[in-house]
């Protein structure tokens, strides 16, 4: 899985001008499923979600978590994260899962998030989505789930 995470004062998202999910401080959460990715990667991207020091303390660090500062999180699906242009001119998709094994891992994801008390919005997989990002800082993070286990 790779997320793009991005802290945030407030984000939403529209499909055809319905507001589908909103949430105030936090953190909003673009992800894309890989064609090899499992629920461990989905419990293991969820955990360094929640856990992502990337919240100002007292002395202006980036020490807080989402979980010390109860924020939300916001999470899109954007398998266009996957996209692998560095051949000619068109991203290749050829990485990202099909929509069968992909929801499913999404899903897991946001229960993993709210399993560790953290309320979640999503958008609508596989819809034409408007997502307004209110970037604080701004700030914004890369993850992957690959790791050794």
Partial sequence: MRAVVQRVVKGRVLVEDREVGRIG???VVLLGVKKEDSE?????????????RVFEDDAGKMNRSLLDIG???????????????????RPSFSEAAD???????????????????????????????????????????????ERVF
């Fill in 71 to 89: 924020g939300s999180v916001l999470v899109v699906s954007q398998f266009t994260l996957l996209g692998d242009a560095r051949k000619g001119r």
């Fill in 40 to 52: 461990a990667d989905a419990r293991y991207l969820a955990d360094k979600v929640c856990n992502l």
């Fill in 99 to 145: 929509p069968v094994r992909a929801i499913p891992l999404i899903d897991a994801f946001v229960s993993e998030v709210k399993n560790r008390g953290v309320e979640v919005s999503t958008g609508e997989f596989g819809e034409h989505m408007m997502v307004e990002i209110h970037n604080d800082g701004p700030c914004t993070i890369l993850l992957d789930s």
């Fill in 25 to 27: 401080h936090g953190l």
